[in-house]
């Protein structure tokens, strides 16, 4: 089961611009091959279907670790675009000025066709995320060596993008992604070293692991240190994943930590209405917030 928060792993800056193509681009991070869907139903899957859990449980508890994070990730990336895409098309409830007439030539056309200038579970060209993305194969050596080569691909996906990209908001985004998925790429190495004494970190860093190069992600590593924590997402369950996740980082040396429980986050931004989409709702809609923030106050409930 999953406990969830109303909160957002990251702050992102607001957006001075609209910027649909970094968007677009941007789109290839969440519904792509290497995408945080991707990683978020491989790890889930794996970890519905592990068999032996108790006597392998240190691998089973990374998995459901790491898995639980993912699903952060893909929040992240869509409010990215959510804020990137906002006020793009011309606000209003008439439809014959085509508010949506400079959508026509736009990269990413079903950002307006298909929802309301919204983040789509589609790569950046438009191609649906699909469920043959997901490696689920039952051994657990297979699917670890997987997971290692669809964080590094990811990794490699997110340099690519951040090089794309200039918004401040896009780039904070990627950031963030790079850290904590470089911090899983080194948390799969060691878990296949450990199940087959096979020295993986010679591999690593497949890309380079380092982010000194990207500004936003350096501050994270700096300041937050989160290329080092591996949060468990839960009170009290998969505390065998530090029996995986200890040591030292093969980059920096400094002292890997496992945090059981997760963290808070920030408060979500607020997504501006799109009228001209019908978003939140119809232009006939009638509605008057008081009457719930009433309601709320007699149930004693905090609006």
């Known amino acids: 089961m999953i406990l969830r928060y109303d909160r957002l792993a990251i702050e992102l800056p607001k957006p001075k611009n609209p910027s649909p193509n970094d968007a677009a681009a941007i789109q290839e991070l969440l519904g792509g091959k290497y995408g945080e869907m991707s990683t978020l139903m491989n790890y889930t899957f794996q970890s519905f279907n592990f068999r032996g859990r108790?006597?392998?449980?240190?691998?089973?508890?990374?998995?459901?670790?790491?898995?639980?994070?993912?699903?952060s990730h893909i929040e992240a990336v869509s409010y990215a675009i959510n804020?990137?895409?906002?006020?793009?098309?011309?606000?209003?409830?008439?439809?014959?000025?085509?508010?949506?007439?400079?959508?026509?030539?736009?990269?990413?056309?079903?950002h307006y066709l298909a929802s309301a200038q919204a983040a789509l579970p589609y790569?950046?060209?438009g191609?649906?995320?699909?469920?043959?993305?997901?490696?689920?194969?039952?051994?657990?050596?297979?699917?670890?060596?997987?997971?290692?080569f669809l964080e590094c691909g990811a990794r490699a996906n997110k340099m690519r993008v951040y090089e794309m990209v200039t918004d401040p908001c896009a780039?904070?985004?990627?950031?963030?992604?790079?850290?904590?998925?470089?911090?899983?790429?080194?948390?799969?190495?060691?878990a296949l070293e450990k199940l087959t004494g096979v020295e993986v970190s010679k591999l690593v860093p497949v890309p380079e692991l380092s982010n000194d190069k990207f500004p936003e992600a350096k501050k994270l590593q700096e300041e937050q240190?989160?290329?080092?924590?591996?949060?468990?997402?839960?009170?009290?369950?998969?505390?065998?994943?530090?029996?995986?996740?200890?040591g030292t980082h093969p980059e920096d040396g400094?002292?890997?930590?496992?945090?059981?429980?997760?963290?808070?986050?920030v408060p979500y931004p607020d997504l501006e209405e799109e009228p001209q989409l019908s978003s939140p709702v119809g232009a006939d809609f009638d509605y008057d917030p008081q009457m719930f923030t009433d309601i709320a106050k007699k149930m004693g409930i905090k609006p």
């Open 171 to 190: 780039r904070t985004m990627v950031g963030y992604l790079l850290v904590r998925g470089g911090l899983h790429v080194v948390a799969y190495a060691k």
């Open 225 to 246: 240190k989160l290329h080092l924590k591996l949060y468990t997402f839960s009170p009290e369950d998969y505390k065998q994943a530090g029996l995986i996740w200890n």
């Open 254 to 265: 400094q002292p890997l930590e496992l945090v059981q429980g997760g963290f808070m986050g």
């Open 54 to 71: 108790n006597k392998l449980r240190p691998f089973y508890d990374l998995t459901c670790s790491i898995a639980a994070e993912e699903y």
């Open 83 to 110: 804020l990137l895409l906002s006020g793009q098309t011309v606000k209003g409830t008439d439809p014959k000025p085509a508010p949506l007439k400079d959508t026509v030539d736009a990269r990413f056309s079903y």
């Open 123 to 125: 790569d950046s060209m």
């Open 127 to 148: 191609n649906p995320w699909t469920g043959q993305y997901v490696h689920s194969s039952g051994n657990l050596r297979l699917d670890l060596l997987h997971n290692f």
